[in-house]
């Protein structure tokens, strides 16, 4: 059985974990925080989560985790069949990785842990983030889902990147992203209703709840 190595806390855990649900796979759930210890590193080599572990081989990033999981279930497919549409919802998917959810870990210091709000960061975060907000703008469809028609891997990554990054600017902007950008509230509010999507984020929701400073 694969082996799923990470921390409920974190959203990439929890795109891959939504993966592994949506393709209907077996696996197990290991805790795991991040770390730059040896016995880590051997797993995951940056010492991120998460991690797939299979028949005791380690495979990381969460991308990578979706080609793999594409292969080895194409009976339910989460990319689109066509070159270019599967294309599109991976430049999707690293619009929100790279251009949405990157700029605002720079303020997980304050948001997770209760530290000062870094001056710096604070000045530069949210024009990144503005910039990242209007270019998927211009390449999300929401019709109904972001990269068209069809519910893909560039959904589940939406879901816990947005979500993730909204979670800061709320906190240290007072600034709801959802608001943004016409229909991604409502698209956010779509996916959370699907069955799948409930059941993972509720164990997140629970565990964020519980470790956020008050």
């Not at 069809?150 to 600017?169: E, K, V, W």
Request: glycine letters at 4%.
């Amino acid at each position: 059985m694969i082996k799923l190595h990470g921390v409920t806390l974190s959203n990439y855990h929890n795109t891959a974990k939504l993966a592994l649900v949506e393709k209907d796979i077996p696996f197990e759930e290991i805790n795991q925080m991040p770390s730059q210890e040896p016995d880590v590193l051997v797993s995951s080599p940056m010492g991120k989560v998460p991690w797939l572990e299979i028949d005791g081989e380690c495979l990381s990033e969460t991308n990578v985790i979706f080609d793999y999981l594409e292969e080895i279930k194409p009976e339910l497919p989460l990319y689109p069949t066509d070159s270019f549409a599967r294309a599109k919802a991976k430049e999707i998917i690293r619009v929100v990785e790279n251009y949405i959810d990157l700029p605002a870990r720079r303020h997980i210091g304050a948001v997770y842990f209760g530290g000062p709000v870094d001056d710096v960061a604070f000045k530069e975060a949210r024009p990144a983030l503005e910039k990242g907000l209007s270019a998927l703008s211009r390449i999300a469809c929401f019709a109904p889902y972001i990269a068209g028609d069809a519910y893909t891997y560039a959904d589940i990554a939406a879901y816990f990147q947005i979500r993730f990054a909204n979670l800061h600017t709320t906190k240290i902007y007072n600034w709801d992203i959802t608001e943004s950008m016409p229909g991604l509230r409502d698209y956010l509010v779509m996916l959370g209703e699907r069955a799948a999507v409930t059941a993972v984020d509720s164990v997140m929701q629970e565990a964020l709840e519980n470790f956020l400073p008050k």
